[in-house]
Structure formats: structure tokens, C-alpha cells
């Protein structure tokens, strides 16, 4: 699981500087850094905020957490085909509004 890397992903999607939902979501710079650099897991609470920041419910925020290594060898394939399809839906239901 890489909830970091989903975080910076999705936060640029929405087109946020790191002070800008770091404000939002009431931490720090630095904790929003380390947290999307994988040096520590946030709270639930941080992810709920994170989440709600961001716009979207929590599942969408830790489905894009799962990587190929959360999945068992015998069913990345079918992972690799739903997860290209799922994202590329839930990606459109997340860029910024105009």
C-alpha cells in the first residue's frame, strides 16, 4: 500500500500545492510531506481529513493505495485490468472544477 504516492497523484490532480491542502486538512507542510513520502502513515483521522479535502470518499483515496504488491501473484492480471479501468473512471470524477 502506498498511500503517499496516491495522496501527491490525487493532490496534483486537483491541481494543490502541498501548503494548500496541508491547510486544508489542518497539519503541517512538513507532515503532509512526510506523509506522501511514505515516512510515516497518517492517522485515520488524517486520512479522513485528506479524503475530504480532496473531495472524495476515503475509499477512493486507498483504492488508489493498492499496488501490485498488496496483490497476490495469481491475481495481478485480472488486478492490473480492473484497477487501468476502475481508476481511469474514478480519475475523471476527481480533476478540479473549472
Known amino acids: 500500500m502506498n498511500i503517499g504516492a496516491a495522496i501527491k497523484t490525487l493532490r496534483k490532480q486537483k491541481e494543490l500545492g502541498q501548503k ?3 491547510e486544508m ?13 511514505n515516512v510515516t502513515f497518517p492517522q485515520k483521522s488524517t486520512i479522513e481529513k485528506i479524503s475530504k479535502a480532496l473531495g472524495i470518499p476515503v475509499s477512493y483515496l486507498l483504492l488508489f ?5 498488496d496483490v497476490p501473484e495469481d491475481k495481478k ?3 492490473e485490468l ?9 480519475v475523471d470524477t476527481i480533476k478540479p472544477q473549472s
Request: glycine letters at 4%; hydrophobic letters at 50%.
Open 25 to 37: 486538512c489542518g497539519v503541517s507542510v512538513n507532515a503532509l510531506s512526510l506523509i506522501e513520502t
Open 20 to 22: 494548500d491542502l496541508a
Open 82 to 90: 480492473l484497477n487501468t479501468a476502475i481508476k481511469s473512471v474514478l
Open 65 to 69: 493505495s493498492i499496488t501490485d504488491e
Open 77 to 79: 492480471a485480472v488486478f
